[in-house]
Structures are given as structure tokens and as C-alpha cells.
């Protein structure tokens, strides 16, 4: 058996690894990556990093598959923060769907919303 592996921007990152701007609330999200489907033999180990340019800081909720308050991460960003690491390392394997799960953010503010990027590592099986 073997297995590939490689590295890529999250799947929210519509133009090859350029920022996503959080503009959804913590209830809804913003999606961030869709995890490859539990019908395949891949994972996604995620890592997301966020950059704040305001003179406030943000409290960031994350969830997996759903946005009710018990399935949320919950990260402080602080202010003028850059490159803040959030999540290093989630490894989304038997979190997956078999449609492939979303992986959200969200916060709870009216200002403008800071920015988050990162990637993804897939391992698959062959």
C-alpha cells in the first residue's frame, strides 16, 4: 500500500491561496475548506492562520460540519495581528462526510472581519 501526499491552499481560497475575508457571522461561517469525502481513502490535515489589521482583537469561532455551539473552536485573535496561527494540524480524518464536510469560521462583530488563509495536507491511499 502506498500513500501520496500533498500540500495545497484550503479549498476556500477561490484564487490559489489568496486571503478569505470572514464576512459571516459565528452562526452561519464562512467556509473556509471542504474536507475530502469518508467515501474515499483520503484525509485533510488542515492548518489556518489569520491576519487582523484592526485596533481590536476578534474572537474567531471555527466548526466542522455543523455550526451549533457545541461542535466550535473558539480562538482569540488579538489586535494587529499577522500571519497568528489558529489552527496547526487538525487532522479531519473520520470527521469527513461522505459528501465531504465543511470546515467554517466565523465571528461575532460588526467591524470589518480579518482575514484567514492556510492549506491543507491530503493523504491518500492507493
Not at 477561490?14 to 457571522?25: K, N, P, R, V
Request: charged share 10%; proline share 4%; net charge neutral.
Amino acid at each position: 500500500m502506498a500513500i501520496s501526499v500533498v500540500k495545497r491552499p484550503l479549498s476556500g481560497q477561490a484564487d490559489h491561496g489568496l486571503w478569505i475575508t470572514l464576512t459571516a457571522s459565528t452562526d452561519t461561517g464562512t467556509v473556509l475548506h471542504t474536507c475530502a469525502p469518508s467515501s474515499t481513502a483520503a484525509h485533510d490535515t488542515v492548518y489556518v492562520y489569520a491576519n487582523n489589521s484592526t485596533t481590536s482583537g476578534f474572537d474567531i469561532a471555527m466548526s466542522v460540519g455543523s455550526t451549533a455551539a457545541g461542535n466550535r473552536l473558539v480562538f482569540n485573535l488579538p489586535a494587529r495581528a499577522f500571519n497568528y496561527p489558529l489552527v496547526e494540524g487538525l487532522d479531519m480524518w473520520g470527521i469527513a462526510a461522505a459528501s465531504g464536510t465543511a470546515f467554517k469560521a466565523g465571528y461575532g462583530s460588526a467591524s470589518a472581519g480579518p482575514t484567514l488563509f492556510g492549506y491543507y495536507t491530503r493523504y491518500t491511499e492507493s
